[in-house]
T-cell receptor, first 112, second 116 residues
């Protein structure tokens, strides 16, 4: 079945540290891939997406993600965490249908 | 920047009552969606809508649910007889192009439904 897996429901980092949020997809045929962020009491905001072309995708707020077909992964990174990055992050995939399939989300905490 | 707007932001309803959640998608978008997120769980697809008809729906979207685009701007989700397990955040979304396009799907801020 088509699915998206996010390893780690909670990730904690210190301010200024590297952020790494993991996402793996299930299909041998790569889907379109997305990272969304949800700040407390807000909706889903697109951070970045991979469709075709360059495998390193840059998004808003200094985030980037690298599509690795050999690992069926699309991990999200940011070199230096900021307090304002604290939020829930969702990886999602579109497998040639009308819908997005979401991962279970990763809550990022940033400590001073 | 254009955005998807949803009303109400929060609604409390008695079990068995009908609820209508409203959405105004981005104006030049053609594909419309409803997703829901039960507290602490992942975001789940409910239904997609294009050209005035449902194009895809999930198992969750049973006969208690319906969608409508009553005019040129609004897109509504109706829950006919609410159950406790319908308590969730409901997200409306829209996009210009549909499946397999890689287009960004834009989400509203959600309507939080509490069934008591």
């Amino acid at each position: 079945a088509q699915s998206v897996t996010q390893l780690g429901s909670h990730v904690s980092v210190s301010e200024g540290a590297l952020v790494l949020l993991r996402c793996n997809y299930s299909s041998s045929v790569p889907p379109y891939l997305f990272w969304y962020v949800q700040y407390p009491n807000q909706g889903l905001q697109l951070l970045l997406k991979y469709t075709t072309g360059a495998t390193l995708v840059k998004g808003i707020n200094g985030f980037e993600a690298e599509f690795k077909k050999s690992e069926t992964s699309f991990h999200l990174t940011k070199p230096s965490a900021h307090m304002s990055d604290a939020a829930e992050y969702f990886c999602a995939a579109n497998y040639n249908t009308d819908k997005l399939i979401f991962g279970t989300g990763t809550r990022l905490q940033v400590f001073p | 920047e254009p955005e998807v707007t949803q009303t109400p932001s929060h609604q409390v309803t008695q079990m068995g009552q009908e609820v209508i959640l409203r959405c105004v998608p981005i104006s030049n978008h053609l594909y419309f969606y409803w997703y829901r997120q039960i507290l602490g769980q992942k975001v789940e697809f409910l239904v997609s809508f294009y050209n005035n008809e449902i194009s895809e729906k999930s198992e969750i979207f049973d006969d208690q649910f319906s969608v409508e685009r009553p005019d040129g701007s609004n897109f509504t989700l109706k829950i006919r007889s609410t159950k406790l397990e319908d308590s969730a955040m409901y997200f409306c979304a829209s996009t210009r192009q549909g499946k397999s396009s890689g287009n960004t799907i834009y989400f509203g801020e959600g309507s939080w439904l509490t069934v008591v």
